[in-house]
């Protein structure tokens, strides 16, 4: 069974930091694209970061372009999501997403895996 495990969120100030971690079990990742997306209260879920296999190439969305970080560790199957200088506006369930088509694949039906999301809120 294919699982991928989200954790790292919680609550922080703006201007804190946070590091998100996406393990996955069940089958290997590490020749894929992989992607974090995020949904805030009433929205829909909206692309933020993703990554090639090897980690060499990442793609942003623009609100947090010089912020976020997006990482991989290919050996422990796991992906990370540095988020820096956080703002009350990053506040949103945060879901990693495995198998993309493309190291730039911003949409959902691009990736074939799921997490169950970790809750990341930014008080002002």
């Known amino acids: 069974q294919v699982q991928l495990v989200e954790s790292g969120g919680g609550l922080v100030q703006a201007g804190g930091s946070l590091r998100l971690s996406c393990a996955a079990s069940g089958r290997t990742f590490s020749n894929y694209p992989m992607g974090w997306f995020r949904q805030a209260p009433g929205k829909e879920r909206e692309f933020v970061a993703s990554?090639?296999?090897?980690?060499?190439?990442?793609y942003y969305t623009d609100s947090v372009k010089g912020r976020f970080t997006i990482s991989r560790d290919n050996a422990k199957n796991t992906v990370y999501l540095q988020m820096n200088s956080l703002k009350p506006e990053d506040t949103a369930v945060y879901y990693c997403a495995g198998k993309g088509k493309n190291w730039q694949a911003t949409r959902q039906s691009d990736y074939d895996y799921w997490g169950q999301g970790t809750q990341v809120t930014v008080s002002s």
């Open positions: 990554i090639n296999w090897s980690g060499v190439y990442t």
